[in-house]
């Protein structure tokens, strides 16, 4: 389970890495609190949490008070880092589930 915990660690610096990347190319790093505050965690149960600001929500989706919708989410689908990450992800829990079944 180690060896999960670890390559799941590393794909979470990785997703980090691609959240950080479209925060900065949006320009939205006035104090760099944004982006900063970005972090990826593997819980025991091997769950990835995202972690950010609050209002990277608003300036995903945008207001009807003025603040401008970014996509964020949609930008960071689109970054190659994240679509590794998700494609190791699937790569890990294949294996996880057929050594759990046997077939492997």
Excluded: C, W
Aim: aromatic share 8%; net charge negative.
């Amino acid at each position: 389970m180690d060896e999960i915990q670890n390559e799941l660690q590393l794909i979470a610096n990785d997703i980090k890495t691609a959240v950080q990347e479209v925060i900065v190319s949006n320009g939205l790093v006035d104090t760099g609190l944004l982006r900063d505050t970005i972090d990826v965690k593997v819980g025991n149960d091997l769950n990835l949490e995202i972690f950010a600001q609050n209002y990277f929500i608003f300036l995903d989706e945008g207001t009807r008070r003025g603040i401008k919708a970014y996509n964020l989410t949609e930008q960071i689908e689109q970054h190659p880092l994240y679509i590794s990450a998700v494609q190791k992800l699937e790569g890990i829990f294949t294996q996880y589930i057929l050594k759990k079944l046997g077939l492997q």
